[in-house]
T-cell receptor, first 113, second 115 residues
Framework: RKEVEQDPGPFNVPEGATVAFNCTYS??????FFWYRQDCRKEPKLLMS???SGNEDGRFTAQLNRASQYISLLIRDSKLSDSATYLC??????????????FGTGTLLAVQP | DGGITQSPKYLFRKEGQNVTLSCEQN?????MYWYRQDPGQGLRLIYY???????QKGDIAEGYSVSREKKESFPLTVTSAQKNPTAFYLC??????????????FGEGSWLTVV
């Protein structure tokens, strides 16, 4: 089983739709959680961190469920420009005090006009 | 401008040849990382370095080597021992105590194709 798992998609949604992505992680000791956005053939860019209390940034809402070991990303009122791959990432300790980012495979979102 | 510079952006290599990917950062970050991404896949950690003259293997280090002689530079060599090197390679750097998410920066990546 992969340490971080996501539904690869693609998610094809019309403009204005609400879409939700889930990501599960297997290491209960994971400490920090993030969503990254990656455009085709580009580097990932941080979209938002995910906190236990949930956090919102405009049309984007992230949630963390530690008991069930999953994080979610909700995008409201989808725009064409939201089309991208969304990667979740979690930290785990790697041979010492330093934590490392472990990425899921990403979920492809295609917003249709 | 501050950031991470990777070069070359595109590289073709013949089978059996070693190739070195450059990664330079002017962010004064202590930690640097190399990730590999295959089509439709997430990022997998190859090597990381927390400080000059020190580096550690990640999850898929076989067939790769690195050096960290300067804080600013963390080159990755893809050796002939790497059986399937065609991939997108991403270099990243961060402040100590990573990650808080907002302190990791990626370069634009290098596309390596074996022909």
């Amino acid at each position: 089983r992969k340490e971080v798992e996501q539904d690869p998609g693609p998610f094809n949604v019309p403009e204005g739709a609400t879409v939700a992505f889930n990501c599960t992680y297997s290491n209960s000791a994971s400490q920090s959680f993030f969503w990254y956005r990656q455009d085709c053939r580009k580097e990932p860019k941080l979209l938002m961190s995910v906190y236990s209390s949930g956090n919102e940034d405009g049309r984007f809402t992230a949630q963390l469920n530690r008991a069930s070991q999953y994080i979610s990303l909700l995008i409201r009122d989808s725009k064409l420009s939201d089309s991208a791959t969304y990667l979740c990432a979690v930290t785990r300790s790697y041979g010492g005090a330093t934590n490392k980012l472990i990425f899921g495979t990403g979920t492809l979102l295609a917003v249709q006009p | 401008d501050g950031g991470i510079t990777q070069s070359p952006k595109y590289l073709f290599r013949k089978e059996g040849q070693n190739v070195t990917l450059s990664c330079e950062q002017n962010l004064n970050h202590d930690a640097m990382y190399w990730y590999r991404q295959d089509p439709g896949q997430g990022l997998r950690l190859i090597y990381y370095s927390q400080i000059v003259n020190d580096f550690q293997k990640g999850d898929i280090a076989e067939g790769y080597s690195v050096s960290r002689e300067k804080k600013e530079s963390f080159p990755l060599t893809v050796t002939s021992a790497q059986k399937n090197p065609t991939a997108f390679y991403l270099c990243a750097s961060s402040t100590p105590g990573l990650p808080s998410g907002n302190t990791i920066y990626f370069g634009e990546g290098s596309w390596l194709t074996v022909v």
